[in-house]
DNA sequence: GTCTATAGCCAGATAGAC
DNA sequence: GTCTATCTGGCTATAGAC
């Protein structure tokens, strides 16, 4: 089992590489503008060779979402090891590391509507594990932040949820970056507040929401 | 003054038609994925009297712009006209209907990252004016609402601006609404009353916000 | 001012030598 | 498996007839 050639160690490295640097594209550029020429430049390799290791962009942008919801993953087995820690604190937790690594520039992001890359990811068996396994970890915190009465008990879960995956792709901390009035913490600091009292468990204080 | 040829009559019929058009796509595929031929078929003329109108694809996107930062100044207008009206409760119902139009299929978005489509935008005087009078006019309410309470003061204004600009473009309403759980009227609800917790007065209640 | 037809370009994907 | 060189399709933009 642990048998593992030389051979593919290096392949696994070079992929490696590859998904990287897509990794850094994408957050930088989004997936439209991301070319592969870029992608084959930045990794030092000609785009054919690229094409060896992965059929198509879609399905390196696939490698690329699989990688991060994988580290989304340890991140959020780091967190379920800290014992006695509350729920909505290991929500934050998470939250948190995704905002500073946006704001790293290293969270990549897709558009949601680009249909043939949907396909690719709805077709991709470890995308999809992955990303039901995260959303059921995160789902059971919620839950119990609920039943604690630390996260509003009148949202649904999904709400909650939604909300924090969107915080991954939040456009308001880098318009806060480049309003250049903050450093990364603050902004950090700031987004991560805002969050956290749009879901906090005490009553909303506007009641009717103007209509 | 008044005297506006017939010529130049349908003239505005029909850039409004090509407007709308473009609206429509931008909120359905965004900005990348709409094709001018797409914007020419949708409107029933050739691509080549298109380009007659606007000189590029990215003028047309931004006339789109233009178009909607007029409409909200008249939302804006419309809410300052309301006597005796809470700041927050006009800030709410703004977002509300950003929220709303942007679930009906009518919130262009544009790509925050697209070089060229800045530099035609940032150039562009009257989405440049029209942008920084949207902005003036929430920013007051934003401060009445902090001196009121109803805000949290320890927020800069600008946090809450942009944060309100963001729900604009806001994936959650569309994965509610790909869920089907939720019909359009609840889902601007959720995430509206989310908005306006995560903005309200009263102290953070999560202190240290979870390292 | 509208059309048809096409130029020119660029990016994703591939062939074939080594 | 990596390279250079090329194909192919689709897109923005324009020429030129009417």
């Not at 993953?73 to 006695?84: C, F, P």
């Not at 649904?156 to 995956?165: D, Q, R, S």
């Amino acid at each position: 089992m642990a048998k593992v050639s030389l051979r593919e160690q290096v392949l696994r490295v070079r992929e490696d590489a590859i998904i990287a640097a897509v990794n850094r594209l994408l957050s930088d550029k989004g997936y439209d503008l991301m070319t592969v020429d870029e992608v084959a430049a930045e990794v030092g390799i000609a785009k054919a060779s690229l094409y060896r290791h992965f059929p198509s962009k879609e399905a390196l942008a696939a490698a690329a979402m699989v990688r991060v919801l994988r580290q989304t993953l340890g991140v959020i087995d780091a967190e379920a090891a800290r014992a006695q820690r509350p729920p909505l604190e290991r929500l934050a937790a998470v939250t948190r590391w995704a905002i500073e690594r946006q704001l790293a520039g290293e969270m990549p992001s897709l558009p949601s509507q680009n249909s043939s890359l949907r396909a690719v990811l709805l077709a991709d068996k470890d995308y999809i594990e992955l990303l039901m396994k995260v959303s059921d970890r995160l789902g059971e915190w919620i839950v119990q932040g609920q039943q604690a009465g630390e996260i509003d008990a009148t949202l649904p879960p999904e709400v909650v949820l939604y909300t924090l995956f969107a915080r991954a792709c939040d456009p308001v901390p880098g318009f806060l970056k480049a309003g250049g009035q903050y450093d990364d913490e603050r902004i950090v600091a700031l987004v991560l507040a805002t969050f956290l009292k749009g879901i906090s468990g005490s009553a909303a204080p506007a009641s009717n929401s103007a209509r």
